[in-house]
Antibody, heavy 114, light 107 residues
Framework: QLLESGGRLLQPGGSLRLSCAAS????????MSWVRQAPGKGLEWVSA????????FYADSVQGRFVISRDNSKNMLFLQMNSLRAEDTALYYC?????????WGQGTLVTVSS | EIVLTQSPATLSLSPGERATLSCRAS??????LAWYQQKPGQAPRLVIY???NRATGVPARFSGSGSGTDFTLTISSLEPEDFAVYYC?????????FGQGTKVEIK
């Protein structure tokens, strides 16, 4: 199971950390990804991380603003989001795998608006 | 960045009919292409990975084909639960990219 949390309404320029709690599988052996979906729009891959914490990859749209990390001792995945923009408004999913993710959480909603 | 273009944008069909969805890549992705199904209010579900392999639990009426730049998802006989939006996705290069989606709707 994957359970995302941390999403909320915040103003442009703000920061937010999303969390994803994993259970039911050997978390540290899985690469993980964040994928987002703006309201009424398609899917956009955001970031991925190796099972041991490296390597990390980012979409151009978030490079330099978002940081992906994980705590394998707590089976947790994180996404630190800085300098948020209106276009970052989306439902953020965590998912297992960095290739074609095969198991997804239900998402947490981030709304960036003044 | 590899751009994936899906067609058509919307496919209007009746239950029992055959659905054929297309995905074209801006450069070769070898066979590293997946298809996802998404229903309203739900997370995406992996249907096909690496062009032609059904994910766990996916019915045999779903099949994928293609390699290089042109791919097809076929649903041989639509069931009511198959009406959804379908996305293709490549894992050849970073960043991973998705197509814009094809909506399969009831005619």
């Amino acid at each position: 199971q994957l359970l995302e949390s941390g999403g909320r309404l915040l103003q442009p320029g703000g920061s937010l950390r999303l969390s994803c709690a994993a259970s039911g599988f050997h978390f540290s052996t899985y690469d993980m990804s964040w994928v987002r979906q703006a309201p009424g729009k398609g899917l956009e891959w955001v970031s991925a991380i190796g099972g041991g914490g490296t390597p990390t990859f980012y979409a151009d749209s978030v490079q330099g603003r978002f940081v992906i990390s994980r705590d394998n001792s707590k089976n947790m995945l994180f996404l630190q989001m800085n300098s948020l923009r209106a276009e970052d408004t989306a439902l953020y999913y965590c998912a297992t795998g960095a290739g074609s993710p095969d198991f997804w959480g239900q998402g947490t909603l981030v709304t960036v608006s003044s | 960045e590899i751009v994936l273009t899906q067609s058509p944008a919307t496919l209007s069909l009746s239950p029992g009919e055959r659905a054929t969805l297309s995905c074209r890549a801006s450069q070769s992705v070898d066979s590293f292409l997946a298809w996802y199904q998404q229903k309203p209010g739900q997370a995406p579900r992996l249907v096909i990975y690496d062009a032609s392999n059904r994910a766990t639990g996916v019915p045999a009426r779903f099949s994928g084909s293609g390699s290089g730049t042109d791919f097809t998802l076929t649903i041989s006989s639509l069931e009511p639960e198959d009406f959804a939006v379908y996305y293709c996705q490549q894992r050849t290069n970073w960043p991973r990219t998705f197509g814009q989606g094809t909506k399969v709707e009831i005619k």
